[in-house]
């Protein structure tokens, strides 16, 4: 006769089995983020790319992030002059009502510097947001791989 595990151990093994989610929805006023995703890293900088969804009537501002595992954060965007890219420092980001924006590889995103250690993929990075309107809330941003274009499943 088969033994039987109690339920919750089956419930346990379920969830250690299941990928990684990246979704945060959390919510800053009314501003959600959607998700947080980051790529791993071998060095001391990292980029973190988010979903933002205004969901008021009105526009807010991203206009700052930190995190206990890096020095400082910056919001940056990738330009191109006559065929060269380069990045530029953002002062905040507008999330007009009604639209979601996405920070991405290759266009707006968050810049850590001074990581206190290198990103490993299934790492979670905890990151506070700062909107101008809504305030503070803090997510997660889970950890890719190196050259992923897209949040890890």
């Known amino acids: 006769m088969p033994s039987r595990l109690p339920a919750y151990?089956?419930?346990?093994?379920?969830?250690a089995a299941a990928p990684a989610a990246t979704i945060a929805?959390?919510?800053?006023?009314?501003?959600?983020?959607?998700?947080?995703w980051a790529r791993a890293t071998p060095g001391p900088t990292a980029a973190v790319y988010l979903d933002l969804r205004n969901e008021g009537s009105a526009a807010d501002r991203?206009?700052?992030?930190?995190?206990?595992?890096?020095?400082?954060?910056e919001l940056h965007e990738h330009r191109s002059a006559a065929g060269v890219m380069s990045m530029a420092?953002?002062?905040?980001?507008?999330v007009p009502p009604g639209e979601?924006?996405?920070?991405?590889?290759?266009?707006i995103h968050l810049m850590l510097f001074g990581l206190k250690h290198p990103l490993r993929p299934g790492d979670r990075l905890p990151l506070t947001l700062t909107f101008e309107k809504g305030g503070e809330t803090t997510v997660e941003a889970v950890t890719g791989t190196a050259g992923a274009v897209s949040p890890p499943s």
């Open 25 to 36: 929805d959390e919510r800053a006023g009314a501003v959600r983020i959607l998700t947080a």
């Open 100 to 107: 979601t924006v996405q920070l991405r590889p290759g266009s």
């Open 89 to 94: 420092t953002l002062a905040g980001l507008e």
């Open 9 to 15: 151990v089956g419930l346990l093994l379920c969830l």
């Open 62 to 73: 991203l206009i700052a992030a930190a995190s206990p595992a890096a020095e400082r954060i």
